[in-house]
């Protein structure tokens, strides 16, 4: 019977291994898709999303039936001399349902430092309306118009 010698595998190894492991243009395409947060404060949605490496230009964003679109391209930068690629690169699309109501002018976007912001006001609340109703042959309404309480 042969004895077998066993090693424990240290975590430096596998990270060795890891990133020893040659990529680049014959291996597999990853997809990019930018890391986005959503946050909420009183008056405003505020979407942010990391866009490191993209010019504004590339970025395009759109609003149709309440779909908030945010699309865009990191290109691909060729230079001689590669040894490993980990970056990806390409077309992106990112969709966000908003509330009914919400108005389409007040959408503003700002880009600094790799980072778009999209800042989308709240709709306004539709508050309850009191509807009079008339009676017949009463010269003052049963019940007056105005904002419910």
Not at 7 to 12: A, F, G, I, L, R
Not at 29 to 56: C, K, N, Q
Not at 58 to 72: N, P, T, Y
Request: hydrophobic content about 40%.
């Amino acid at each position: 019977m042969a004895l077998v010698r066993w090693e424990p595998v240290t975590m430096n190894r596998l990270l060795t291994n890891l990133f020893d492991t040659p990529t680049g243009t014959a291996g597999p395409a990853r997809r990019w898709i930018p890391a986005m947060d959503l946050a909420e404060s009183d008056d405003a949605y505020v979407l942010r999303a990391d866009l490191p490496g993209v010019d504004p230009s590339d970025v395009a964003i759109e609003l149709q039936d309440r779909v908030l679109s945010i699309s865009g391209e990191r290109r691909e930068e060729r230079e001689t001399g590669y040894h490993r690629i980990e970056r990806s690169f390409g077309s992106f699309r990112r969709t966000l349902t908003l509330p009914e109501g919400t108005d389409a002018d007040a959408i503003t976007a700002s880009f600094d430092q790799g980072v778009l912001t999209v800042r989308v006001p709240k709709p306004e609340e539709r508050k309850p309306r009191r509807v009079e109703i008339a009676v017949e042959g009463s010269a003052a309404p049963a019940v007056e118009a105005g904002e419910a309480k």
